[in-house]
């Protein structure tokens, strides 16, 4: 099952004194969520009606209600979430997080070769890092040659490995 709240980011300090707080985005940037007039805090329990800006490499938050920085400092180390049904995905795309914990499968045998551990951006393509039974890590170039489907709900991703992806032998 889907979570309905989706990590967003951690509060991890103000700005100024009027009660803006530094959030550390975990989303795709900082312009990304500015584009939210409502964040949530407690997994989804508490909504906080909020104005975003980008600045530098995260984001600056304002939350009505918390106008001074005695305000915005008790709320540091808190985690904003985001509601997933206030976003819409371009076709194809997924969430991060509905993706980490996927099993990878094969899609013609249907052999789980490990479950995915993060998403790494490297510009070109994202790249899956799947842990094996075996502990060892691989990662999996995001491309239409290996990456079959994804099923979200259904728990995998289905792939067809190419040589030498998972071993170094001929």
Request: with cysteine; aromatic share 8%; hydrophobic share 35%.
């Amino acid at each position: 099952m889907l979570k309905q709240y989706l990590e967003a980011g951690r509060i991890v300090g103000t700005h100024g004194v009027r009660g803006e707080m530094r959030v550390e985005c975990w989303c795709d940037s900082p312009s990304f969520l500015s584009k939210f007039k409502t964040l949530y805090l407690d997994e989804g329990k508490t909504a906080l009606s909020v104005s975003c800006r980008p600045h530098k490499n995260i984001a600056l938050v304002t939350v009505r209600g918390v106008d001074s920085i005695e305000k915005a400092d008790e709320l540091r180390g808190k985690i904003l979430y985001i509601d997933r049904g206030d976003v819409r995905l371009a076709e194809g795309a997924h969430f991060v997080q509905d993706i980490i914990g996927l099993k990878v499968t094969d899609a013609d045998t249907g052999e789980v070769y490990g479950t995915v551990r993060d998403v790494l951006k490297t510009g070109s393509n994202d790249v899956y890092e799947m842990q094996g039974a075996d502990k060892k890590l691989f990662y999996i170039p995001v491309i239409p040659d290996i990456i079959v489907r994804p099923d979200i709900e259904g728990g995998a991703v289905y792939i067809r490995p190419m040589k030498g992806l998972f071993d170094d032998e001929d």
